[in-house]
């Protein structure tokens, strides 16, 4: 079965940082892109960050680039995203997502289609 797992959520004051995890199994990790998707509260959901296991293609959408960084430990299926300099406007699920299309340019409030989804990890980040 495909699992992909996040973790590492939690409550952060403004300025803080966190690290979410995003743990794969049941696919060729190393073919596929992953993603990391948010939705905040009353909002559509927006896809911040992908990478390519392929090819290390990284893309962030301009309200997080230069804060977040995406990893990927293709050893250990496993995606990372550093947030650091947390803002309230962060405050979101996040949730990680796999495609097998290669990590394409992000704009705002949109998503691009992703073959599996994982449970998302509640961000929350207090002014």
């Known amino acids: 079965d495909v699992q992909l797992q996040a973790s590492g959520g939690g409550l952060v004051q403004a300025g803080g940082s966190l690290r979410l995890s995003c743990a794969a199994s049941?696919?060729?990790?190393?073919?596929?892109?992953i993603a990391w998707v948010r939705q905040a509260p009353g909002m559509g959901r927006e896809e911040i960050s992908c990478?390519?296991?392929?090819?290390?293609?990284?893309h962030y959408v301009d309200s997080v680039a230069g804060r977040f960084t995406i990893s990927s430990d293709t050893a250990k299926n496993t995606v990372y995203l550093q947030m650091n300099n947390l803002k309230p406007e962060d405050t979101a699920v996040y949730y990680c997502a796999a495609s097998d299309v290669l990590c394409l340019p992000l704009r705002s409030g949109m998503y691009y289609s992703m073959d599996y989804w994982g449970k998302g990890t509640q961000v929350t980040v207090s002014s």
């Open positions: 990478i390519s296991n392929s090819d290390g293609i990284t």
């Open positions: 049941g696919f060729s990790f190393d073919d596929y892109t």
